[in-house]
C-alpha cells in the first residue's frame, strides 16, 4: 500500500507534470493505477517507482504514469444545452456561408468532440468545418481515435445522431459502438498540455474547456485560461463545465448564462 509520504511525492510530481491538483484521500485511486507498473518493474515501494520517474531512466514512462494519474470517464452530449447551442451557433455559420473551427481543449478518451462533430456535421457542409481535440493523455487519444466505446456512453445521445453517425457491435462487438469512419476521419486529435505555452494553432469560434478546472489551483487555471483565450476569436464562445465559475480567473469575457461565456 501506499505511504502518505509517498502520496504527497505523486501529488507534487502530478502538479509539476500536468498543472493538476490531486485532493487528498485518493491513496487508494494512485496505488490502484500504478501497481501494475510497479510488478512491471519489479519495484518494492511506490517511492522506487517515483525515483525511476525522476532519474528520467525510461523517459516514456512519465507519459505513462500521467496517463494513469490523469484519465477520467465521460459521455456523449454531456451537458445539452451546450450543444444546443453549438447547433444554433452552426446554423448561423451555415446561413452566412462561414466555416466553423470547434475546439475540445480537455477530449479524454473523444466523446465531446464526435459529439461535437456530429452536430456540426449535420448542419453545416463537409468544407465547413472542423474539430479538434487535445489532452494530455496519449492513452485516451489512441482510445479516442478508434471511435471505439460501450453502447452505455451513448444514453444521451439522440436517437438519429446514434443512427446516423454510429455502428452498432454485432457479435463479440455486441454492447458495443463504432463511430462512422467519415465522421471519425474528420476529427483530428493532438497530444497537448494546456498547462504548457501552447503551439500555432490558429483562432476558433468556440472552445470547451469542460470539467478539467477542477483539478487545476487557481493559479494554473489563471494561466490555462488565458492561454485559450487567446486562441479565441473576438466573438467566440468560451464553454466550461456547469460545475465550474470563472470568478476570480478571468474577467474579460462576457457571461451568458450559466457556463457559456462570449469574447468581446
Given at each position: 500500500?501506499?505511504?502518505?509520504?509517498?502520496?504527497?511525492?505523486?501529488?507534487?510530481?502530478?502538479?509539476?507534470?500536468?498543472?493538476?491538483?490531486?485532493?487528498?484521500?485518493?491513496?487508494?485511486?494512485?496505488?490502484?493505477?500504478?501497481?501494475?507498473?510497479?510488478?512491471?518493474?519489479?519495484?518494492?515501494?511506490?517511492?522506487?517507482?517515483?525515483?525511476?520517474?525522476?532519474?528520467?531512466?525510461?523517459?516514456?514512462?512519465?507519459?505513462?504514469?500521467?496517463?494513469?494519474?490523469?484519465?477520467?470517464?465521460?459521455?456523449?452530449?454531456?451537458?445539452?444545452?451546450?450543444?444546443?447551442?453549438?447547433?444554433?451557433?452552426?446554423?448561423?455559420?451555415?446561413?452566412?456561408?462561414?466555416?466553423?473551427?470547434?475546439?475540445?481543449?480537455?477530449?479524454?478518451?473523444?466523446?465531446?468532440?464526435?459529439?461535437?462533430?456530429?452536430?456540426?456535421?449535420?448542419?453545416?457542409?463537409?468544407?465547413?468545418?472542423?474539430?479538434?481535440?487535445t489532452d494530455i493523455s496519449t492513452r485516451v487519444l489512441q482510445r479516442a481515435r478508434s471511435g471505439h466505446y460501450p453502447m452505455e456512453r451513448a444514453s444521451q445521445m439522440p436517437?438519429?445522431?446514434?443512427?446516423?453517425?454510429?455502428?452498432?457491435?454485432?457479435?463479440?462487438?455486441?454492447?458495443?459502438?463504432?463511430?462512422?469512419?467519415?465522421?471519425?476521419?474528420?476529427?483530428?486529435?493532438?497530444?497537448?498540455?494546456?498547462?504548457?505555452?501552447?503551439?500555432?494553432?490558429?483562432?476558433?469560434?468556440?472552445?470547451?474547456?469542460?470539467?478539467?478546472?477542477?483539478?487545476?489551483?487557481?493559479?494554473?487555471?489563471?494561466?490555462?485560461?488565458?492561454?485559450?483565450?487567446?486562441?479565441?476569436?473576438?466573438?467566440?464562445?468560451?464553454?466550461?463545465?456547469?460545475?465550474?465559475?470563472?470568478?476570480?480567473?478571468?474577467?474579460?469575457?462576457?457571461?451568458?448564462?450559466?457556463?457559456?461565456?462570449?469574447?468581446?
Amino acid at each position: 500500500m501506499i505511504t502518505d509520504r509517498e502520496f504527497m511525492q505523486f501529488q507534487r510530481f502530478i502538479f509539476d507534470a500536468a498543472g493538476i491538483t490531486m485532493s487528498d484521500g485518493k491513496q487508494a485511486l494512485v496505488s490502484g493505477r500504478l501497481a501494475k507498473r510497479l510488478a512491471h518493474y519489479q519495484l518494492d515501494s511506490y517511492g522506487d517507482y517515483l525515483k525511476l520517474l525522476e532519474s528520467r531512466e525510461e523517459p516514456a514512462e512519465l507519459q505513462v504514469a500521467v496517463d494513469l494519474l490523469t484519465t477520467n470517464e465521460t459521455y456523449f452530449f454531456r451537458e445539452p444545452k451546450h450543444f444546443a447551442l453549438l447547433r444554433e451557433l452552426a446554423q448561423e455559420a451555415a446561413d452566412k456561408h462561414r466555416p466553423m473551427r470547434v475546439w475540445s481543449a480537455a477530449s479524454s478518451s473523444g466523446e465531446e468532440p464526435y459529439s461535437i462533430a456530429m452536430v456540426l456535421a449535420d448542419v453545416l457542409d463537409d468544407t465547413q468545418w472542423e474539430v479538434l481535440g487535445t489532452d494530455i493523455s496519449t492513452r485516451v487519444l489512441q482510445r479516442a481515435r478508434s471511435g471505439h466505446y460501450p453502447m452505455e456512453r451513448a444514453s444521451q445521445m439522440p436517437p438519429h445522431y446514434l443512427k446516423r453517425y454510429c455502428l452498432k457491435g454485432q457479435g463479440s462487438e455486441a454492447g458495443t459502438m463504432l463511430i462512422e469512419r467519415s465522421l471519425r476521419q474528420r476529427v483530428q486529435f493532438q497530444h497537448l498540455n494546456l498547462n504548457a505555452p501552447l503551439p500555432r494553432m490558429g483562432s476558433f469560434d468556440v472552445i470547451f474547456l469542460r470539467n478539467v478546472m477542477i483539478y487545476f489551483s487557481l493559479e494554473t487555471k489563471r494561466q490555462v485560461v488565458a492561454r485559450l483565450l487567446a486562441q479565441l476569436r473576438p466573438g467566440g464562445y468560451f464553454l466550461i463545465g456547469h460545475s465550474e465559475t470563472l470568478n476570480d480567473i478571468n474577467d474579460s469575457l462576457i457571461a451568458l448564462a450559466p457556463s457559456i461565456y462570449r469574447k468581446p
